[in-house]
């Protein structure tokens, strides 16, 4: 019985874990909340551009989203 329970805790709890992981994030989402966080920083001009993953860039990727179909480049000034 408590080899059941066990593992029915073990489940539930890898299942709790494993959500956020699965969720696919908004890139306008995580887009705005990477403008609040640079502009937290003092930065004042700056762009985020949403792009497909397999674009080729030289600029710095801060974020990937839609289930890592997408990701986010910045580019200061």
Known sequence: MKSVIASTMLA???????????AKTSCEDLKAQLET????KGVKAFTLTIVP??????????GTCDGGTKKIIYKRG
Do not use: Y
């Open 12 to 22: 539930l709890s890898a299942v709790a874990l494993a959500s956020p992981v699965l």
């Open 37 to 40: 966080k640079i502009q937290a």
């Open 53 to 62: 993953k397999d674009e080729k860039t030289e600029l710095r990727v801060v």
